[in-house]
């Protein structure tokens, strides 16, 4: 079955750049999306189609990709970035969600 | 703004049949390329997406959960369901109910989001 892999945790020092990847064999095909998550909220939509930003994400979100692997980007990572982000892809008939990838803002 | 609010009971005992509801508030259910979503989370762990449905009825289901899962529509009330049958504590989740665009040409994404109802299997 197919799947999409992510690190299951990053840490990053505050005012420096984050970098999270998401990895699938068939990724260079599929439109990956990003959702940021707090802890006791709903997920929040980052990024989508690969590098678009959603009305009222900051810009110091972005995507990319390069091959089979997505990359979500945050620059200048602040506090308030410290969340688990989750990467989203589909085929055929069936939505996937990595792992999730816990960003640490030490 | 789009609101979604889940309800349903928040205990369920094994075996037993797991029912919630999908209330969409501040727009419509039917609108072009956007199917409605189910999404769980268990505790501490990933999201894992259950099924989408279209406001027309057509399904599309995770194998993980197709034989189990089964979602309806109610577009005169604006509501969406889930059921999931035969539960077992694996089934302990966070639900959450989604806006799914998903034109099915290339991108998809999830752009609304219910707060998420915790369903406990336990006897």
Partial sequence: SYEVTQPPSVSVSPGQTASIT???????????????????????????QDIRR???????????????????????????????????????????????????VL | QLQLQESGPGLVKPWETLSLTCTVAAGPIISTNYFWAWIRQPPGKGLEWIG???????????????????????TSNNQFSLKVTSVTAADTAVYYC???????QSTCYFDYWGQGNLVTVSS
């Fill in chain 1, 22 to 48: 998401c990895s699938g064999d068939k990724l260079r095909d599929k439109n990956v999306c990003w959702y940021q998550q707090k802890p006791g909220q709903s997920p929040v939509l980052v990024i989508y």
């Fill in chain 1, 54 to 104: 959603p009305t009222g994400i900051p810009e110091r979100f972005s995507g990319s990709k390069s091959g089979n692997t997505a990359t979500l980007t945050i620059s200048g990572t602040q506090a308030m970035d410290e969340a688990d982000y989750h990467c989203q892809a589909w085929d055929t008939d069936i939505v996937l969600f990595g792992g999730g990838t816990k960003l640490t």
């Fill in chain 2, 52 to 74: 989408s449905i279209y406001h027309s009825g057509g399904t599309y289901y995770s194998p993980s959960l197709k034989s189990r899962a089964t979602m309806s529509v109610d």
């Fill in chain 2, 98 to 104: 989604a806006r799914h665009f998903w034109p099915r």
